[in-house]
């Protein structure tokens, strides 16, 4: 019979080598010695590429960036107590937004728990309804079948049939470390059954909503969305099959690549807030997403009495408006593809050039003026045509990401726009960019507010392994976005809501070793990106806004576009 530490060393390669088997190609580590198994058994992997992440919050972020850029879930590795507990923001983010994660969480042994015991806790109901699954592996025994059984479950649960968190609860006894670790023997069989294939979409049903949609006056609105590079392909021919116009959220992955975009609406936030051309003609509303980041959008398909179906393949209902009749469960691409190659009778030609002489119309309005003072149009702008071909861009919630909506129009350069809109929060920005960089072996470039920017100030510490990135801090003194809200006519507005916090982003840089440059000037901008994208590295630039200025010019533009 093996010693303690033997056996809890078996279990623990036992489990890694069934999830490298699955496909899992990351593991993201905080430090601890309870979970010393789990790390040794990473450790001896080449097939993994392992990151090091002190503040477990930051861990889960990276992980969850990984997992965004490479479409499978990393593993991540935390020791008992609170530790897990710091996963709780980026596991309710991933659950939302069906990212797949993988929790290894090690614990005390049954026999230490509610008796006292140091760094112990429950961890068994932690993250409550937001896993896909949890598993408690139990004590480890000299079969490791078990625990091997349970990485390809987790695995498989954590891609399928809905994306996200899945946590194993490991409970390990000292010793933790053997005198001998001996040799890592894999088993015969180290691949997981493949997942299952996606919500199917029968012919009969394609034949139905086909009948459905015959001759009707429909308009495409696509959310936020992870549903892959063929949707583009795919959702254009169906627009085109349908003569439809696509109303594409800056998420959607439809504002920027190849693609054919004639039917692309990307100004809507701004000539919906005509109430001239809020009377759309259609007739049904097909939604795919979650929902759009414009709320002029969401007031429009919210008053818009058209029938409105949403394709989703997954199990929840991302629908706040509650206004959706019908709910066709399955795959965007295969629904847009079965469709189109059905024989769709299109609506009368032209239905909707009025929307297309709108979205001419605020392309236009927003062609900005050269001014000294940096302003988010111009900065969106500039990075858009700096950024390369196939750079991965990531948004930070509140204003960035609607700037990214206001300002980005379409482009037919492939680019790929994420942001962390399952719960909206703006923790966890830098480690996720730096996530995405990690997972995607290609230069990222993030977008955050100052705000962001410092609740998650401790994932720089990440910058020191291997990656390449450009983070841009746009500095408008705190929560910019309270500026547009009611709040902002409100007693104590600065103090309770605005909230700036007055540090000097230049310190946060020279602690974490980072290069730096604070733009102060709209010319700067573009020769300090182009030179940030020529380092290697992370860098650090600051883009100090005027509030005030911004407001004023967003509210030109909009009323030089709906009037």
Known sequence: MPDTATLNLQQARALINRLIGAGVRHAVISPGS??????????ERPELRI??????RCAAFFALGLARASSMPAILVATSGSAPAHWYPAVIEAAQAHVPMILLSADRPPELHHCGANQTTDQQG??????????????PTVDTARIAALGSLAAERSLWPDPGPVQINLPFREPLVPDEPGPFIPSLSTAAAPPPPGVEFTGEEAAEIVRALDGQRVALVCGPNSFGQDFAEGITRLAQALETPILADPLSGLRFGGHDQRRVLCRYDAFLRDPAVRSTPAEIILRFGAAPVSRTLLEWLEKHP??????????DRPDPLHRVTRVIRAHPVAFCRKLAAGRLGAAEPGWFDPLREWEARAAEAAVLTTDERPFEGRLIEQLLEEAPPQTILFSGNSMPVRQFDTWSGCLDKPLRLIANRGVSGIDGNVSTLLGLAAGSDRPAIGLIGDLAFYHDMNGLLAARQQMDAVLI???????GIFGYLPQAGLEGFEEHWLTPTGL????????????????????????????????KGVSLLEVIIDRDYSIARHKQYWSKTAG
């Open 51 to 56: 990151w090091v992440q002190v503040d477990e």
């Open 126 to 139: 932690l993250f409550g309804p937001h896993l896909r699954a949890f598993y408690d592996a139990g004590p």
């Open 306 to 315: 058209a029938e409105q179906w949403l394709v989703h393949p997954f199990p």
């Open 34 to 43: 309870r979970s010393t198994p789990l790390v040794m058994a990473c450790e």
């Open 473 to 479: 801090v746009i500095n408008n003194g705190g929560g």
């Open 504 to 535: 000097e982003l230049a310190h946060a840089a020279k602690l974490y070793g980072l290069p730096f440059h604070r733009i102060r000037h709209q010319a700067e901008f573009r020769l300090a990106l182009r030179a940030a994208l020529e380092e």
